[in-house]
Structures are given as structure tokens and as C-alpha cells.
């Protein structure tokens, strides 16, 4: 249940090493220039291949309405749209990237354009697309810049957000006032410890060990300014794995964190085992289906953030600087993402635009009573100064390594600061190599 939505980023699997170190030499070996043009001012013609990431299912006609569309504006096109299964799409995506099929337009998370950019696979669009980077958030717009690599590699297309869910119930009975969740971390650890405590360890309040993002969110920097290094593991960092070991001791922290999922953790806050969960105005809809008891008993709150700024998801469409209709799929990615596309897309599933303006429309500020709107709304707001806390070029595998080195830290296998140690370490070696 966490942060429900479209796009499925926590779970991707892991990039074939083969294919990543293909990737690799096809950058040194010059194979980025093969083929294709930076040049987009050329008439817009020709045949592109469009892939998605497990949307047809749901969204077929929205987006066979939106190429015919396409197709209509500029008539000399044609549009071949593929689908990918979620499971394995980064290793599809490598694998296409180093055999050289990847499709001329792609939909990407900004984790996965990191590899493309560096191998000179993914077109730089402050060079080819410049002129339409004012039509989109600038947070979102730089969501797909990778340090150490000039340039924008993919238009922004939907982002999401959500608040914090929380137990009334839960938080009554041990004695706390529901009428005021935490708003700070402190208040939010004060208060899991009292609820753990009045339970006898029956409830926990959080169901998830902290992750990149959880580390960005409470300020900690994550990375030095060239991008060539984690610092997570600064005493800002210590001290927030430190109370993080404090709950889990308290059993403040669910004992099954150290192997939850987000399917997992959304079903322990569904079953009431737990106080507190992120999610989405789509949630909503199933604690009303599934669990009555706890929809008449929920609260909303905003995420917790010592920085100010929410935590945007952000996905994106890039063009293959390979394709041989560059001006084409510049074309299809932009009309993908345009306000007017965005904005229809957005009706259709509870995400939001990535362009200016989009989030001042009515939809997303105009109350009516219902807690989905007030969900939408307040997302909506967030998202003008939200930012992706997670690195670009925090891949997969760091996410793994960070994980096990938390659980190491909470299992009280290594002090809080030699597990941060490690995982930077591990971290560090992980980008050296990509």
C-alpha cells in the first residue's frame, strides 16, 4: 500500500550485470554516436517505437487515443507502442540499450536513465529540447539529471506524493490526542515509544526500516556535490538510524521491517497492527472496501520532513539518442507529456502532472468534502516544492546494500555508525563501477 501508484520503482529488479557491462563498453568503445541526430528541428516524420512499463492492462485506449492523436497532428508518422511487463523491465531496458533495440521512446524512472546517460544512450534534452523545459516543474524537470553528467535526459512525466496515514483508534487508546499526529520527527518517535509502551508491544507505529529516502527526508546529505560519493553515513545519518534502533528495540518499529515490502506493510496497516503508513488518495478507496473499521477511524497527515520539502516520485519519457527519427520521438515524447496529455492522464488515476500551472487547475484545488479530495489537494500543494530524495545514481543494489547494513544496525550486529560505514563503503564501490 505504500505510496500506491502506477509506477513501480521499490520493486524493480536488479540490472543485469552483463548487460550493464555492456552498456559500459559500448560508451567507451564511441557506440553513443552510432546512428540517430541531436538535431529535432527536422520535419517531424517517420516510424518510432514507443514502450511502456506494465500500462496497457489499464490504460489501453487512453494511450491508443493519445497516438492516433499523434499521428493525426503530424501524418507522416507512424507509432509502434510496446508494453513491458514490470517484472525484469531494467534488465530489459540494458539489455536492449548494449544490444542496440532499444525502442526510440522509452518510459523510465530516473534511477534507470542514470546507465543510458552516462553511455551516451539517452539524448540530451537541454541540448535537443531545450525550448520546452519552461513548460515543466523545475523539480521535476531535474529529476533526470545525473551528477557528473551535463545535461536533462528525459521529459518529466507523472509524479506522486501521499500523506501520512495514521490510526485514531491506535492513537487514543494509548492515550495520545488524534486530533494532533506528529508533525516532526521527534514528536513521531515520542509518540510510536507511547504507543508501543501503553500496548506492551502489541502495536507498532512504523512498519518500515528507513531507506534512502527516509535518510534525505530527515536532511541528512546523501551524496557530495560531484556525485562521486555517498556521506549518508554523517552524524546527521547516525542519528537517525540510532532512533531508529531505539524503536525497534521498543518494539515501536514492527519486528517483521527487517523483510517488509510494501504489500506487506500495507496489510499490517490495514489489519490495524500498526499505527502509522504512507499512501495515496487511492488508498483511501480500499480502507473503505476492505477495512470500514479503520476508515472511520483515519487520519490524514503530512509526510514528516525536517527539510521542508515533501518527497516527489517522479517518472519519465526519453528518446534514444540512437534513433534514427530524432525529431519524431523528440516530438511523441514532449506530446506524451504536455500539459494538456498530463492533465487528462491525471483523471484517469490518482497522479499528478509534472507541468506548470497543471496543479492550479480546479481538480486539484477546489474542495468538495470528500477525503479523497483533501488528499489530492494537499498532494497537489506538496508538489510544487517537492524534490526526489532519492539519488539518481542510488541504484538497486545500493538500495540492497543500505538495507542490509540497517538491519545489521537494528539486529545490533554493528553500531549505527559502522553499519552507515559499510554501506557507504559498499555503496561507493557500487558506483566506481558503473
Known sequence: MRHSRIFRSPRRAVPAAAAVASLLVLSACGGSDDGGSTDASGKVEGKITFQTWNLKANFKSYFEGLIDDFEKKYPDTEVKWVDQPGEGYADKISADAAGGTLPDVVNVSPDLVAPLAKAGIALDLDQAAGKYEKEYLPGAWKSHQVPGVQGTYAFPWYLNTGPLFYNKRLFKEAGLDASKPPKTYDQL???ALEIADKSDGDIATLANVPTIEDFGRYGVPLMNKEGTGFTFNDAKGVELLTKYKKLYDAKALDGQALTATPESTGKKFLTEAVA?????ALDLEKFKKDAPGLYKNIGITPQISSTGKDNMYVMGVMVNKRTKQTPAAVAFAHFVTDAQRQMSFAKKVAIFPSTKGSLD???????DGTDETRVRIAAAKSLKTAVNYTPVLFSEQMKVALRNSVAKALQGKDSPQEALD??????DRLLQQS
Open 361 to 367: 487547475d480546479p481538480y486539484f484545488t477546489k474542495a
Open 276 to 280: 502509522m503508513n504512507p499512501g495515496s
Open 422 to 427: 559499510n554501506a557507504v563503503k559498499q555503496c
Open 189 to 191: 518517535f515520542d509518540d
